[in-house]
């Protein structure tokens, strides 16, 4: 098996591409290193890497965060030869954290992982400029999320406010103009929701923003989405649950049901009259209407222990 490892140089707010290369150097672990150009520079290389090399089996190693391991697991889409694994050294890494315990720094275990197939959501949206297709590997959200995430590149600018500070700086900011979303979401045929929302999160991974353990319920391999909807509350009571829903333990409160909704879904739709924001694996896309499609163990993961505990 070929190894190569996509470096985002702009990952964690610094560039590890040194002493990554220093450290496979030190390893005796021979692989190919690439530093990404730029924003889907990732998608492109992995992309024409694999058409180039129909073959050989690849692993391609996203270095960086959750929106560098969006990017190269995109690539590998459609490439039957090609696998993913991630070395973690962004501001969140949240994918990752579905395996308790496990430590994806370690090179040698990683590069020794077997793999195993995971779900991936497929997004197809009228973008700006046309008809667009894009996937997301952990979660997608809508409304009150999605602004965070607009105010989050907002905020990882700022020192005091960035790094693991940026999602909780961008809720903050988020509460005054983010929870009112009107629109509709139909779920395998019926119609689930329609008026205002505050958030929808639809998700394959269990943690988003730096830890928020959102989707405690999810399984990445079992065919299904998890979908939370959460209607409009005052600041207030916001305030009184964010707390649950950070520690996972907010669809198991009784006093939440009148305003949480949870239900496993195939496929989704959703609309509005006006074009709106979503974010997949932390990148904001721009639209009125979302299709979203699960495509069961449609990627194979590397995981260095896969019968670590979920968490």
Known sequence: MRHIFIINPCAG????????????????????????????????????????????????????????????????????????????????????????GVDFNDLQALTKASSVEVDVMKVRYQSDSGPALRYA?????????????????EMRRKPLLGGRMAYPSGIVKSLFSGRHNPCRITVDGELWHKGDLMLASLANGRYEGGGFHSAPRSLN?????????????????????????????????KKLQNIVSYRRAK???????????????????????????????ALRFAVPNPNAPLR
Request: glycine residues 10%.
């Open 137 to 153: 590997l952990n979660t997608l959200n809508f409304g009150f999320e999605a602004e965070v995430c607009r105010a989050m590149d």
């Open 13 to 100: 707010g610094e560039d590890h591409a040194d002493a990554i290369t220093q450290r496979l150097q030190a390893s005796n672990i021979e692989a190919l290193v690439y530093i990404t150009q730029g924003a889907k520079d990732a998608t492109r290389y992995v992309d024409d890497y694999c058409r180039q090399h129909p073959g050989e089996a690849l692993r391609f190693y996203a270095c960086g965060g959750d929106g560098t391991l969006n990017e190269v697991a995109s690539g590998v889409m459609g490439h039957s030869n090609a696998e993913v694994g991630c070395y973690p050294c962004g501001s969140g890494n949240d994918y990752v954290k579905y395996w308790h």
């Open 267 to 297: 496929h989704l739709l959703i609309e509005s009259d006006h074009p709106f924001y979503i974010g997949i694996d932390g990148e904001l896309l721009h639209g009125n209407h979302f299709e979203i499609e699960n495509l069961p163990r």
């Open 221 to 253: 391999d079992d065919g299904w989405i998890e979908a939370t909807a959460i209607r409009p509350i005052s600041i207030v009571r916001f305030a009184s649950i964010i707390g649950s829903y950070k520690n996972g333990t907010y669809l198991d409160r």
